[in-house]
């Protein structure tokens, strides 16, 4: 019994794998996210149609297709940074409520928080936004440096999503890694993207971070 329950521990310590969420569909991916991936691409294809048309008797064909290979790319990137997607919008506010909490910033924590979001966690555990905002006092007084290592958003629908974030934190006598699992909707299409739920999917060195 005491060798499983040290396996169970030392299993804790290593970081397991975080099953992943559902892809962006393929004009996102490629197009409307950051345009780099269809970038990279159309720009790759449009050199080696240079070369290779280059040394065929199409030779002159190889610079139009070329250059209009990469210059489509192009036109791509330029797309992507101009499209701001939902699922670019929850990176950038799940990567926000991080930096809140850790520096106890109240006014921007509430413009996060929907009123009735929850947090439940193995050490603190809170129901509504009044009672979570003090708790980013505890967080900022443990922390001393954070980085949001990744952020992967599922957009479940047109006003619901979960963003999976993975947190490496220093501080004394805190874990420092985790993976946690971040709820989110939106009234309507303008509105902005809240926070209803905050639970931990992995902290390094505990059992069940969630709790009962």
């Known amino acids: 019994m005491e060798t499983l329950t040290s396996l169970i521990v030392l299993a804790q310590v290593f970081e397991p794998s975080i099953p992943s969420v559902p892809p962006p569909p393929f004009i996102e991916r490629w197009v409307t ?5 269809g970038a990279l691409v159309l720009a790759g294809l449009g050199i080696v149609a240079f070369i290779v048309l280059g040394r065929t008797p199409k030779h002159k064909l190889a610079v139009p297709v070329g250059a209009g290979l990469v210059l489509a790319g ?23 409520l991080v930096d809140a909490a850790v520096a106890a910033d109240h006014d921007a924590l509430r413009g996060l928080l929907h009123e009735d979001a929850r947090v439940r966690t193995r ?10 905002i003090p708790l980013s006092d505890i967080a900022s007084a443990r922390i001393e440096s954070h980085r949001v290592r990744e952020v992967r958003v599922d957009l479940r629908g047109p006003r619901v999503a979960r963003t999976q974030v993975r947190l490496s934190v220093g501080g004394e006598a805190i874990p420092p890694a985790s993976w946690w699992a971040v709820d989110w909707m939106r009234r309507d299409d303008e509105a902005p993207w809240v926070v209803t739920s905050i639970e931990p999917i992995w902290i390094q060195g505990m059992t069940d971070p969630a709790g009962p």
């Open 33 to 37: 996210g950051s345009g780099i991936p």
């Open 74 to 96: 192009g036109v791509v990137l330029l797309i992507g940074q101009l499209v701001v997607t939902p699922r670019e919008v929850l990176g950038d506010r799940a990567r926000g």
């Open 123 to 132: 050490y603190a555990s809170a129901d509504g936004r009044d009672r979570i």
